[in-house]
């Protein structure tokens, strides 16, 4: 180190990864307001004032929590440890802005035009729902500059392996690469249907729209994108929380290997989205439900990683019998306590992931409030809580302040409210689903039918749940704002861990990009090609828009 | 450098050093069952629907 500076990585780039952190917590609390009043109009408790519309505030929502807020975290803490791992040139860190600035544009522009209620298609944008032209541009416009991100990634490491001519590439350097390869490939489909499908037809150059052809294409990019999103949190539980907790990385290699099955796994699964879908021969949808098991085994992979990661650390501090090691686990620790409580989660939301994806039993759980309790499991605990759990340290190390104990605790309340809301609201969401409770639905008695009257006690559950994550999410948003202005200046740690001596050196077949790409490609055609000519070639008239009908 | 040498030297400290991961294998079965008795309770729905 030739200059004193606290911050962990140098100020520029620490402003550059600071400007994403602030729109994800900005979303977060708008996305956060919205979903409260969901669960406040679903209940029956709340009518909305000013004719806002129901639609109008699930869309706001889901693409403000789904999309933006993981899309700008994610590809800003990529940025953090690739600047920290392979470095990064005024070059590289202009283009990266250039790319922030475009993905906020095209935030900007979205998220005006839902809230001018021009735009209530929620974030998967089924055709044949019609938007104003802007929420899609806008959409555009976030992908393009995610793909500049991308690139200026891919660079990053292809500069540095120039430099380190047969060394392997850094882990977590590898772990960015691949989550953004896989990113990269999987927007080539959104970025396909809102291209050419609908933004023409959203202007009016064309009357119809294919609509098996735009929700293909959207699942196309739709489960990866769960992947990307997934995949930086398995970045910290892997490469950082060892470190955290004072042991060693269990294994480079099972690492590499787990997210380059990711990677291949993650995109010729689509079809496992659109299995009730008439129009996809089911031939090819079961082909796709078997790939998309495929994905169970880096899962599991993981599981095991991350129990043995800790049975050694816990062991070598001295715990002993079978499960005795837990104990050795920095349980007071927020920047371990808050990824933990996201694994931990992560034990139910991949089993209702596995549920959902067997092929005729999907039918029990389809468009059901279950799915939405799934992924609030997945992503609004699982991924969320270990973006949170990130930002305890990354966010101080980037400011040059320290976290401190008061806030060390305020964070672990923060788990624990959320940890306690989510199980409410995501419970009563799954047994609701369960009994058949639809999702994506206002308050309604469906004319007084019994089986809706089971429902509506759960419903009141969900609303109690969500009021106690709503504190959650003020709790975290002060905590933020306390982590950017209030705390002591000071050195925080960017923990980076080490591979344990125990482990088996990395074999360098697991750097053949050209091969992973090539298989993961190869994947694609396969399990896309012959369905997609049928479903271009059996095509029912394409459909006008209906952009009245959800307003 | 001599291969074999390499190769006893890695056994002896692999087997000294190996692991204790009992706490592990545990842990990874008992995900394995959570995950199949959850399923089965949805399976039973879906046939008796
Ligand atoms: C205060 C915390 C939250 C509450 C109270 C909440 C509540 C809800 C409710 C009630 C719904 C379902 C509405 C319906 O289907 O009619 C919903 C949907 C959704 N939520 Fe949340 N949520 C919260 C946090 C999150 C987070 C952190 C994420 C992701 C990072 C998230 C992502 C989503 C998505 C993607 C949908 C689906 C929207 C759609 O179906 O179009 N939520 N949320
Ligand atoms: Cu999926």
Redesign the interface.
Known sequence: MTMINNTSINKDDSSLVMAHMWVAFVSLFVGGLMGLLQTLVRSGTLTLPFGIGYYQILTVHGVILALVLTTFFIIGFQFSLMSKTVGMSNKQRDSAWFGFWIMLFGTVTTAVTILLGKASVLYTFYAPLKAYPTFYIGLALVVVGSWIGCFTNFRQLYVWKKKHKGEKSPLLAFMVVINMLLWFIATLGVAATVLIQFIPWSLGMVDTINVLVSRTLFWYFGHPLVYFWLLPAYMAWYAIIPKIIGGKIFSDSLARLSFVLFLMFSIPVGFHHQLTEPGIDPVWKFIQVVLTFMVIIPS?LT??SM??TF??TG?KKGYTG??G??KGLPWKDVRFFAPMVGMIAF??A???G??NA?N??N???HNTIWVTGHFHLTVGTTVILTFFGISYWLIPALTGRKLTAKINTLGLIQTIVWAFGMSIMSGSMHIAG?LGAPRRSSYSTYGGTEQASEWIGYQIGQAIGGSILFIGIILMVYIFINMVFLAPKGHEEFPLAEVS??AEPTPMFLENWKLWIGITVALILFAYTIPFIDIIQHSPPGSPGFDMLIR | MSKSKHKTNDVETFSEKEPELKGTLIAVFGLGAFIVISWIIVYVLFVSR
């Open positions: 599991l599981a095991f129990f043995a049975e050694i062991r079978l499960f090691w837990i034990i139910p991949g089993t209702g596995i549920i067997s005729q039993m039918q029990v759980v369960l001596d125990d």
